[in-house]
């Protein structure tokens, strides 16, 4: 195997430990965003309706939940993108490529390991746009985070079903020809 490779190979070995780590830092940040509505919406309630807008205690508390329940989300998503909620692995990205990635040496090892890469990053991608759109609703200006967040959100999906995503767009315009 040669030196690159092996590398990768041996980064993507850790990509488990970084998703176990990503969940549990997703839901503290849950937490702690349905603390923040609930704090929110007691010094609404104490100090009058103008204090707090109830769409910033609304959007706080929903992505909160969001987060908590993280891989549920992810799996909503990937089914209203792909109508699957099962996250696909690297094996479906070589599928209709015949003998031509798999004939050279180690490069099915490589691919793996990038495909994991890819999908850590979708997974961050999507926790980052949920926190763009609970950042959307401030009144300092936050509306122009719809925008980021929904890419983020819709990009992260993409990047966490990569090897479905990848096949569709190769089966797109292999018809084009």
């Given at each position: 195997?040669?030196?690159?490779?092996?590398?990768?190979v041996?980064?993507a070995?850790?990509?488990?430990?970084?998703?176990?780590?990503?969940?549990?830092?997703?839901?503290?940040?849950?937490?702690?965003?349905?603390?923040?509505?609930?704090?929110?919406?007691?010094?609404?309630?104490?100090i009058?309706g103008?204090?707090?807008?109830?769409?910033?205690?609304?959007?706080?508390?929903?992505?909160?939940?969001?987060?908590?329940?993280?891989?549920?989300?992810?799996?909503?998503?990937?089914?209203?993108?792909?109508?699957?909620?099962?996250?696909?692995?690297?094996?479906?990205?070589?599928?209709?490529?015949?003998?031509?990635?798999?004939?050279?040496?180690?490069?099915?090892?490589?691919?793996?390991?990038?495909?994991?890469?890819?999908?850590?990053?979708?997974?961050?991608?999507?926790?980052?746009?949920?926190?763009?759109?609970?950042?959307?609703?401030?009144?300092?200006?936050?509306?122009?985070?719809?925008?980021?967040?929904?890419?983020?959100?819709?990009?992260?999906?993409?990047?966490?079903?990569?090897?479905?995503?990848?096949?569709?767009?190769?089966?797109m315009?292999?018809?084009?020809?």
């Amino acid at each position: 195997m040669s030196e690159p490779v092996s590398i990768v190979v041996q980064l993507a070995a850790f990509i488990g430990d970084f998703e176990s780590l990503l969940r549990s830092i997703v839901f503290l940040i849950g937490l702690i965003l349905i603390l923040h509505a609930l704090r929110l919406a007691g010094r609404r309630f104490d100090i009058g309706g103008s204090s707090v807008p109830m769409a910033k205690i609304f959007m706080s508390f929903c992505v909160g939940a969001a987060l908590m329940a993280f891989p549920q989300w992810v799996a909503i998503l990937l089914s209203t993108f792909f109508g699957s909620n099962r996250v696909s692995d690297s094996s479906d990205l070589l599928a209709y490529g015949g003998n031509t990635v798999t004939s050279i040496q180690d490069s099915g090892q490589a691919i793996e390991a990038i495909v994991s890469f890819i999908q850590l990053i979708g997974f961050i991608a999507i926790a980052r746009g949920l926190l763009f759109l609970n950042d959307a609703v401030s009144p300092n200006g936050g509306s122009r985070l719809w925008g980021p967040g929904i890419t983020f959100i819709v990009s992260g999906t993409l990047a966490v079903n990569f090897p479905t995503f990848f096949s569709m767009m190769a089966n797109m315009f292999a018809e084009l020809h």
